[in-house]
């Protein structure tokens, strides 16, 4: 580690060490106290009293060159790590540091392990763990030139898109107005980018033009840059952020998150224009369009007043033409509405209207009655179709019906009785032949109009049949 004491000279250094030691009445004894016997310190006397034997301009606002270890960040926002020796060394030094939230914040560039720094503080005793450490007010890294830079870019990204600020989604994109009525510029007053803005505005589409002036590179510019373009806000439609062509280190400050959040938190659509179209910042990403040079922020701002003129003219002359005509059409339908209605010849068109009518009254007379005519033939051979039709169905239903009654007849068994039958029944039995009955059987005859009672008394069998006692 290196030691940075500005001019101090050794002896001052010395001196400025012993003097107040010398001035405590904590350690200044007189001689009758001089005894080989120790003081009896408790813990909080001698942690006093090691604070205020540190307490020395030797020890506060210095300036301490190293390499970081052990990097830890708190949650509360405090840092911790250890400065060491950035040689290879077993025995090379360490030294313990916090740096605070408040002082934390003010770090520009990403903190790591390994990473060489430049830490600006003063040496502190922590009595509730009994160590010295170093306590930073000021951390500044040691790379610089474009490396450093890059690294603090680069860290200034990771920490914009963990917060959403960047890159600027479509759906949150603000448009550009078409016909905006006053443009803001955020540069340098002496700059030749705001002459190129003019001209260019100047030439296309004429209209106010407020400056919000900024120094656009150097340290802390990026402070004058945000006030600029909060002060446009609510003042102009449109705001343009430019600034010339430039190195990488120019170019730093539009990149800083200040700078940033205020472009993403704008309310007026803001155009960035920072540098050459192969120069990108973390500003182009927060803003809602992004231009290659001024020059075409400038052209994307305002509209052409010669297109606008050119397409003015245009639609002049198509509105113009369709007046026209219309005019001639409407004047031709006046010119024959007024023919139609002269005396003689709309008194022609009345007698031509009444013959039209009377012609198609009687031909409506005619047709109706033809109509008439035909509908009633019609309904005549229609009816002699359907009586016709209808004595067929009777004829062939009656057919029907007496062949249906002489089957049912036919099946009747009292029918053969009206031809001088009789139905001989034994026992309730019906006989069918002579083998079923023998002599003295008494049989039931049922005829067509009663019954009679009749005793078997001889028994006569056909030659094709035998008697059963055969």
Request: neutral net charge.
């Amino acid at each position: 580690m290196q030691l940075t004491l500005g001019d101090t000279k050794p002896d001052e250094v010395t001196q400025n060490i012993i003097t107040p030691v010398l001035k405590n009445s904590t350690f200044v004894k007189s001689e009758s106290q001089i005894s080989n016997e120790p003081t009896v310190l408790n813990v909080s006397d001698l942690v006093e009293r090691i604070r205020d034997a540190i307490d020395t301009p030797l020890l506060t606002n210095i300036c301490v060159q190293g390499e970081i270890i052990g990097y830890r960040p708190h949650s509360s926002g405090h840092m911790y790590f250890s400065l060491s020796e950035s040689e290879d060394d077993d025995d090379k030094a360490t030294i313990p540091c916090v740096m605070w939230k408040y002082a934390a914040k003010t770090v520009m560039f990403p903190v790591m392990d390994g990473a060489l720094v430049r830490a600006t503080g003063y040496v502190d005793f922590y009595p509730p763990y009994g160590k010295m450490q170093f306590v930073i007010k000021k951390l500044e890294s040691i790379f610089f030139g474009r490396t450093g830079l890059y690294l603090q870019k680069e860290e200034w990204k990771k920490q914009l898109t963990a917060e959403g600020v960047i890159p600027r989604s479509e759906g949150v994109r603000r448009l550009l107005p078409i016909f905006p009525s006053c443009l803001g510029v955020v540069t340098s007053r002496t700059s030749s980018v705001l002459q190129d803005i003019l001209n260019i505005v100047t030439r296309r589409y004429p209209l106010p033009i407020l400056l919000a002036h900024t120094t656009v590179q150097g340290k802390d510019a990026h402070i004058q840059i945000t006030a600029a373009i909060r002060s446009l806000q609510g003042k102009a439609d449109v705001i343009i952020v430019a600034r010339g062509g430039g190195s990488f280190e120019d170019l730093i400050e539009f990149n800083h998150p200040d700078v940033v959040r205020t472009i993403a938190t704008s309310t007026i659509p803001i155009i960035s224009a920072i540098g050459h179209e192969t120069d990108t910042t973390l500003a182009d990403y927060a803003a809602d369009f992004r231009a290659p040079t001024p020059s075409a922020a400038a052209e994307m701002s305002v509209p052409d007043q010669s297109t606008l003129l050119y397409q003015l003219e245009e639609m002049r002359k198509t509105i113009q033409n369709m007046i026209i005509g219309r005019f001639v059409a409407e004047r031709n339908t006046l010119a024959d509405l007024t023919e139609r209605i002269e005396p003689s010849k709309f008194l022609r068109m009345l007698d031509q209207m009444h013959q039209q009518i009377a012609d198609f009254a009687e031909w409506i007379t005619s047709a109706f009655f033809r109509r008439i005519s035909s509908e009633r033939e019609q309904c005549r051979t229609l009816g002699k179709m359907i009586i016709k039709s209808t004595r067929t169905r009777i004829a062939t239903a009656q057919l029907k019906l007496l062949a249906q009654k002489e089957s049912i007849l036919n099946k009747y068994p009292y029918k053969p009785l009206e031809l001088g039958y009789a139905i001989i029944w034994k026992k309730r039995v019906m006989v069918r032949s002579t083998k079923n009955i023998s002599t003295g059987d008494r049989l039931a005859l049922q005829f067509l109009d009663g019954k009679a009672i009749a005793i078997v008394e001889s028994i006569t069998y056909d030659r094709d049949s035998q008697s059963p006692d055969v």
